[in-house]
Antibody, heavy 124, light 108 residues
Framework: EVQLLESGGGLVQPGGSLRLSCAASGFTFSTYAMSWVRQAPGKGLEWVSS????????YYAGSVKGRFTISRDNSKNTLYLQLNSLRAEDTAVYYC?????????????????WGQGILVTVSS | DIQMTQSPSSLSASVGDRVTITCRASQGISNYLAWYQQKPGKVPKLLIY???TLQSGVPSRFSGSGSGTDFTLTISSLQPEDVATYYC??????????FGQGTRLEIK
């Protein structure tokens, strides 16, 4: 069974930093691209960042580029998101999501399994 | 930037009704369009990708169509468990991986 479990969220002041982790199990982690998608309270979905299975390619939304860093440790089956220079508008539930692989094709930006999400609150 | 606009923002329909949700892209995106379902208090679930390909395990009452700028998600016979917010997503170019604003579906 595919499981994704996020951790590391919490309350942080504007300008502060936080590192989110996503522990994966139930599949061959290194085979799949992984992503972070966030959802502000009562709002819609916003793609944040993605990383290829090997970790060699990374992608960012314009709203977080230069402030957030995605990475992964395939030996630990864990995905990370380093959040720096946080702003109030970064307040959201952050979901870890796996890239879809179907019929021999893998899609970095389609998400077939999602974690339960972790809340990040940026406030003074 | 390419904008994704869903309509309606919310709708109410009766069990058994045929329901259609529309997603319009401000520029053509070929068929790089997916649909997700998010039930209240739950995580999103992928329903359809490549505009019309049903994700494994999704009931056949869900279908998708369209190409270019205009896309639709259709539920052929609405069930109580379909109460959710539905999002379209374009995935044709980075960093513009964009979701629509969502359509909230309720039972009348």
């Amino acid at each position: 069974e595919v499981q994704l479990l996020e951790s590391g969220g919490g309350l942080v002041q504007p300008g502060g930093s936080l590192r989110l982790s996503c522990a994966a199990s139930g599949f061959t982690f290194s085979t799949y691209a992984m992503s972070w998608v966030r959802q502000a309270p009562g709002k819609g979905l916003e793609w944040v960042s993605s990383i290829s299975g090997s970790g060699g390619s990374t992608y960012y939304a314009g709203s977080v580029k230069g402030r957030f860093t995605i990475s992964r440790d395939n030996s630990k089956n864990t995905l990370y998101l380093q959040l720096n220079s946080l702003r109030a508008e970064d307040t959201a539930v952050y979901y870890c999501a796996r890239g879809l692989c179907s019929g021999g094709t893998c899609y970095i930006f389609l998400f077939d399994y999602w974690g339960q999400g972790i809340l990040v609150t940026v406030s003074s | 930037d390419i904008q994704m606009t869903q309509s309606p923002s919310s709708l109410s329909a009766s069990v058994g009704d045929r329901v259609t949700i529309t997603c319009r892209a401000s520029q053509g995106i070929s068929n790089y369009l997916a649909w997700y379902q998010q039930k209240p208090g739950k995580v999103p679930k992928l329903l359809i990708y490549a505009a019309s390909t049903l994700q494994s395990g999704v009931p056949s009452r869900f279908s998708g169509s369209g190409s270019g700028t205009d896309f639709t998600l259709t539920i052929s016979s609405l069930q109580p468990e379909d109460v959710a917010t539905y999002y379209c997503q374009k995935y044709n170019s980075v960093p513009e991986i964009t979701f629509g604003q969502g359509t909230r579906l309720e039972i009348k």
